[in-house]
Nanobody, 122 residues
Framework: QVQLVESGGGLVQAGGSLRLSCAASGRTFSRATMAWFRQAPGKEREFVARIGWLGSTLHADSVKGRFTISRDNAKNTVYLQMNSLKHEDTAVYYC????????????????WGQGTQVTVSS
């Protein structure tokens, strides 16, 4: 059993910054590929970023240069640093662990957190 808990969401103004955290339970975290997805009202769940167990990263074009995914295996935690936030970034952000297949497809992942709300005003 693996559990993921997201935190760090909130209300910020456009141009502001926010850092999300995902705390994971289980002893397999250190070798797991982790990712962030987001879902806005009325839209499909969207890939945001992925990080491999050795630290390789991949970011969606919509957030490249603004968001940065990172991890601290000693703390079983994945982070998403979000800078230069836009109104379009408003969504519920989810942390998840990769199983196999297309990394952009949510069906390639197994465990999911409950999500944390990010709202960007103005």
């Amino acid at each position: 059993q693996v559990q993921l808990v997201e935190s760090g969401g909130g209300l910020v103004q456009a141009g502001g910054s926010l850092r999300l955290s995902c705390a994971a339970s289980g002893r397999t975290f250190s070798r797991a590929t982790m990712a962030w997805f987001r879902q806005a009202p009325g839209k499909e769940r969207e890939f945001v970023a992925r990080i491999g167990w050795l630290g390789s990263t991949l970011h969606a074009d919509s957030v490249k240069g603004r968001f940065t995914i990172s991890r601290d295996n000693a703390k079983n935690t994945v982070y998403l640093q979000m800078n230069s936030l836009k109104h379009e970034d408003t969504a519920v952000y989810y942390c998840t662990s990769y199983v196999s297949g297309n990394v952009y497809n949510e069906r390639s992942y197994d465990y999911w957190g409950q999500g944390t709300q990010v709202t960007v005003s103005s």
